[in-house]
């Protein structure tokens, strides 16, 4: 039973789009919020996972990393049970592997930049941007 997938990723050159999804099982999406992360090659070790994207589960709350701001987009949709994330005008130094985090919680508006309160993550999906 998978609880969580990302999909989405694949090599683009510089300034091109991509857009990641998260299909998270029903019974946990609900009432959770969800973060984006970013693992640099060779960095695949967990503190070296970097934050990029916060939804809330009713997704009136929403925070990104400050590199990202203005180039991507972060959006859910709780009938799919799936979190986006919108990449626009990538840049070489966006390459590796995003994966996303669901972290339970009975706050409407929560969301978390805390690995540590992160209840599921899936394996990522590589994004190559190439310059």
């Known amino acids: 039973q998978v609880l969580l997938e990302e999909s989405g990723g694949g090599l683009v050159q510089a300034g091109g789009s991509l857009r990641l999804a998260c299909v998270v099982s029903?019974?946990?999406?609900?009432?959770?919020?969800v973060s984006w992360w970013h693992q640099a090659p060779g960095k695949e070790y967990d503190f070296a996972r970097e934050?990029?994207?916060?939804?809330?589960?009713?997704?009136?709350?929403?925070d990104y990393t400050n590199s990202v701001k203005g180039r991507f987009t972060i959006s859910r949709d709780n009938a799919e049970n799936t979190v986006y994330l919108e990449m626009n005008s990538l840049k070489p130094e966006d390459t590796g592997v995003y994966s996303c985090?669901?972290?339970?919680?009975?706050?409407?508006?929560?969301?978390?930049?805390?690995?540590?309160?992160?209840?599921?993550w899936g394996k990522g999906t590589l994004v190559t941007v190439s310059s």
């Open positions: 029903g019974t946990i999406f609900s009432r959770s919020a």
């Open positions: 934050f990029v994207a916060a939804i809330s589960w009713d997704g009136s709350s929403i």
């Open positions: 985090t669901v972290t339970r919680t009975l706050t409407p508006n929560f969301i978390t930049r805390d690995f540590s309160a992160t209840d599921l």
